[in-house]
């Protein structure tokens, strides 16, 4: 039944596409740190202030929190450190599944 999901997901994006043109944008995402916990420093940004002369300086940590491997589902925080010891936790918050492409295949391991 997910195969026929993703196929549906597929038709509707695409049917979604505007006449004059459009893109569908689909990341990968995967590997062996995809299916673990992990707290990673992305990047560090500075911004200006209103005020036009004062930056602030933060970084951009991405964690993954939970991880289950039978249903392959994932909760993500998205959290910003400031250089002025300021902490915004759980910013964003996300929870997803990560769709296995070798079960769409054919055949595939599960078909053996």
């Given at each position: 039944?997910?195969?026929?999901?993703?196929?549906?997901?597929?038709?509707?994006?695409?049917?979604?596409?505007?006449?004059?043109?459009?893109?569908?944008?689909?990341?990968?995402?995967?590997?062996r740190?995809?299916?673990?916990?992990?707290?990673?420093?992305?990047?560090?940004?500075?911004?200006?202030?209103?005020?036009?002369?004062?930056?602030?300086?933060?970084?951009?940590?991405?964690?993954?929190?939970?991880?289950?491997?039978?249903?392959?589902?994932?909760?993500?925080?998205?959290?910003?450190?400031?250089?002025?010891?300021?902490?915004?936790?759980?910013?964003?918050?996300?929870?997803?599944?990560?769709?296995?492409c070798?079960?769409?295949?054919?055949?595939?391991?599960?078909?053996?």
């Amino acid at each position: 039944m997910e195969e026929q999901s993703m196929l549906e997901y597929f038709v509707a994006c695409f049917r979604g596409l505007d006449e004059r043109g459009g893109i569908l944008v689909i990341d990968a995402y995967g590997g062996r740190d995809a299916h673990r916990n992990s707290v990673e420093n992305i990047s560090q940004h500075s911004i200006k202030l209103k005020d036009g002369t004062t930056t602030a300086d933060f970084k951009y940590v991405y964690e993954q929190a939970e991880y289950n491997p039978e249903t392959l589902t994932q909760l993500i925080r998205v959290h910003f450190d400031f250089s002025d010891g300021t902490i915004i936790r759980n910013a964003f918050t996300y929870r997803w599944r990560i769709w296995n492409c070798l079960l769409y295949t054919s055949p595939s391991p599960r078909d053996s």
